[in-house]
């Protein structure tokens, strides 16, 4: 099985800008569908973005809708998020995830996570 590892995450200040990376070894990330989920301190692990396995559809969360861009590079076998205007709410750690199941919502259908990057924003 293989892994993907998230980069890129850091503190801002409320209305910056931060783009995480999630780069896959060992597999491709072709025909997989890809999603961003986030875990804040206390909370549970809440959907953020995904894109299906082509990559021409994007799916995401009404509170991040219209600031956050999921976008995959196949030829650098990479998935990104890019997060604009952040919000203090946005702090969390981020995963990134990929799976077959285009129930892209439910994180238990997602069957390799990377390890997680935090972002931390503050007012």
């Known amino acids: 099985q293989g892994q993907l590892v998230e980069s890129g995450g850091g503190a801002v200040q409320a209305g910056g800008s931060l783009r995480l990376s999630c780069a896959a070894s060992g597999h491709t990330l072709r025909r997989r569908f890809m999603g961003w989920f986030r875990q804040a301190p206390g909370k549970e692990r809440e959907f953020v973005a995904a894109l299906d396995r082509i990559g021409d559809r994007t799916y995401y969360a009404d509170v991040v809708k219209g600031r956050f861009t999921i976008s995959r590079d196949n030829a650098e076998n990479t998935v990104y998020l890019q997060m604009n205007s952040l919000k203090p709410e946005d702090t969390a750690e981020y995963y990134c995830?990929?799976?077959?199941?285009?129930?892209?919502?439910?994180?238990?259908?997602?069957?390799?996570w990377g390890q997680g990057t935090q972002v931390t924003v503050s007012s």
């Open positions: 995830a990929a799976g077959y199941s285009p129930n892209y919502y439910t994180s238990s259908t997602y069957d390799i």
